[in-house]
């Protein structure tokens, strides 16, 4: 273990404070990538589009369900730990997940009782444990990366992203029976969470965790924290909501395999997506943090940079993925349903590159501390997919569902570059 951590501090040091920091973090994200394209057409081609549209409604309750009963604490205490010493983060960790455990025990007694009534159990309580999870580890992820630490962050993220992809994937060509039942791909995926929730505190294994803080009485805490937390709570929900809704609302007006269809061309832009957010958006975020704290007259000239190399990036990857998709879909995939709506992908590459731009404005209002600005635009976010979507959903289909991620995208940019002109201005 000890050999581990000093393997990973020694690389951290020669490549990613090198000039390939980038492209190093990118080539890790990379593999993630493929692991999820492998997947997504894993799915799609051995255990059908309705699957793939239950898995992508799991996938988005991981995403909706964390928000909501986080509180945006752990948002709050991950931009404080920039300046944090060890022992403080530690205590507000210990802090925050024995509010973890109240909520989510109150959500298993919940679950219980489905079960008790609807039966089922495998699937709901595999269900409960990825959300739980991937709670843990994506406040984790988050928290080594505004530590500085993205190699370890990355490492940790390639574990429960990408390992037990393909381990599950080659098990069940000896193995066909587990292409029948979700739930053995859920199960795989609650492996790769506990390995990824181990190697956290094998990085972290020198901070003091020991040392067991007394405890505040709860309500009291969630109260004080929550009067911090609250802009950014409603944030964050309201931006999940916009984000995933979609997803559910999909399957309510067309049905779990159209869901699949969706979910499809979804996860393809979502990971194009991650892999810039990866090499480009948080390497620039801690950055910005402390250009704003110290003054140094340097963020707008960071967030230039980061903009442009984000778009050029996004651009050359459009240009390859949509070929490329094409191919698979039609070859690999073999599935007509796919073929039928693959247009939507070339729209869907167009929504990409506003999306980019959306991600990178962003971290410039979160650099300023600007919470009330992104609960803002969250709330637009939220209105567009709601009255969008019921417009144009039921009207053209899938097609609807994509003219509703184009038009979210493109107003929150507007409204972005009107709240950074006027920081920008402000600051001048």
């Not at 990036?313 to 070929?323: K, N």
Request: aromatic share 16%.
């Amino acid at each position: 273990m000890k050999n581990l951590h000093k393997n990973l501090d020694k690389l951290d040091q020669l490549i990613l404070r090198g000039q390939f920091q980038t492209l190093f973090l990118m080539g890790i994200r990379f593999v993630s990538l493929i692991s999820k394209f492998v997947l997504t057409i894993f799915i799609a081609r051995y255990m059908g589009f309705e699957t793939l549209g239950i898995y992508g409604l799991v996938l988005s309750a991981t995403f909706v369900v964390p928000d909501v009963v986080g509180l945006g604490i752990m948002f709050i205490r991950t931009r404080n730990a920039v300046t944090q010493p060890a022992e403080e983060i530690v205590k507000r960790l210990y802090y925050y997940y024995r509010h973890l455990a109240y909520a989510y025990g109150l959500i298993l007694l919940l679950v219980a009782l489905y079960v008790f009534w609807q039966g089922n159990a495998v699937l709901a309580f595999a269900i409960l444990f990825v959300i739980v999870l991937e709670h843990i580890n994506n406040d984790f992820y988050n928290l080594l990366l505004n530590l500085s630490k993205p190699l370890a962050a990355n490492i940790l993220h390639f574990i429960r992203t990408t390992v037990w992809i393909f381990v599950f994937i080659a098990v069940t060509f000896i193995f066909p029976f587990l292409h029948d039942k979700i739930e053995y791909l859920l199960m795989a995926w609650v492996v790769g969470d506990i390995l990824s929730l181990v190697g956290f505190f094998v990085v972290t294994k020198q901070w003091p965790w020991r040392d067991i803080p007394t405890f505040e009485p709860f309500f009291l805490w969630v109260c004080s924290e929550f009067k911090v937390s609250k802009t950014i709570y409603a944030n964050n929900v309201m931006t999940g909501s916009s984000t995933y809704l979609n997803h559910f609302l999909v399957a309510a007006f067309l049905g779990l395999e159209l869901t699949g269809v969706y979910v499809y061309f979804f996860q393809i832009m979502g990971a194009l997506c991650n892999l810039i957010k990866t090499g480009v958006v948080q390497v620039t975020a801690p950055k910005l943090v402390r250009a704003f704290k110290e003054k140094t007259g340097e963020l707008y000239d960071l967030y230039k940079a980061c903009m442009k190399q984000g778009l050029a990036y996004a651009c050359i990857m459009s240009l390859v993925a949509g070929p490329a998709m094409y191919f698979i879909t039609l070859h690999i995939v073999d599935r007509p349903l796919a073929i039928e709506w693959f247009s939507i992908m070339w729209f869907n590459l167009v929504i990409f590159i506003f999306i980019i731009a959306t991600e990178i404005n962003q971290i410039v209002l979160y650099s300023h501390h600007r919470d009330d600005l992104m609960l803002k635009l969250s709330l637009i976010d939220l209105c567009t997919i709601v009255i969008f979507s019921a417009l144009f959903i039921p009207l053209f289909g899938l097609w609807g569902a994509c003219v509703v991620l184009f038009a979210k995208a493109v107003i929150r940019n507007i409204m972005q570059f009107y709240f950074i002109k006027h920081l920008k201005a402000a600051l001048l």
